[in-house]
């Protein structure tokens, strides 16, 4: 059985005061169940400090970012070493605004991919069309290959223990949240490329997200979809109410 994974991505927000009485709000919060396992991935800045409060619970610290080498001359880059050390356990890697803002490609997200498996991180792989793709009918075809070159030379363990986030881009933080049936559609295809590219089996136990505008008002009705496995969230994930909603419609 597949856990629903619920990661919020805080982005470029809040100060440390407030990320630290975020964790604090939700810490005791967030329950032991085999269904659901909850994120925050948060700025670099606030990780050892919100690592150190989630030692022991049930919450779980993401990076929103990170290089793929190990050390080195990358003046302002972070590396997975360096994550791993810290006792983070995700790393978010190809947001759309990282691909958008900040030149990453789907080589550089398969080589943090790779990179994040090499040092014990669990990488949560963005994907998803932008609305003139979408329109122009090309989502699934798109979506196929950034999967296929997101995790080229993976092992089959490796994939299945890899989180895929779906997230069409025109529905981030835009408020517009593609259908529950278009949603699935498009994470069931993501199901059958891992199929194609590894095993059934393989497949089976990939957990596969949506993102793009998930509030408490609509997860359930994503989540009840055969092929949503959790949320990656941005807006609805800033504050601990809804960021706790979130959790518990997974549960
Ligand atoms: C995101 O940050 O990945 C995201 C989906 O944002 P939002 O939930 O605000 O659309």
Known sequence: MRKNVIAGN???????SEANEFVDAVIEKV???????AIVCAPFVYLPSLVEKAKGTNLKVAAQNMHFEENGAYTGEVSPVMLKDLGVTHV??????????FAETDETVNQKTV??????LTPIVCVGETLEQREANETMSLVEDQ??????????????????AYEPIWAIGTGKTASSE????????????????????????????YGGSVKPANVEELLAQSD????????????AESFLQLVEAGA
């Open 10 to 16: 805080w982005k470029m927000n809040k100060v440390l």
């Open 31 to 37: 329950p032991n169940s085999d269904n659901v396992e």
């Open 92 to 101: 978010v890697l190809g947001h759309s605004e990282r691909r958008e803002y």
């Open 115 to 120: 990179a994040a498996f090499k040092h014990g």
């Open 147 to 164: 999967v296929k070159k997101a995790l080229a030379g993976l092992s089959n363990e490796q994939v299945a223990a890899t989180i895929i």
């Open 182 to 209: 278009d949603a699935n559609e498009v994470c069931k295809h993501i199901r059958n490329v891992v199929k194609e590219v590894t095993s059934a089996d393989t497949a089976d136990k990939v957990v596969i997200q």
């Open 228 to 239: 949503i496995d959790g949320a990656l969230v941005g807006g609805a994930s800033l504050e």
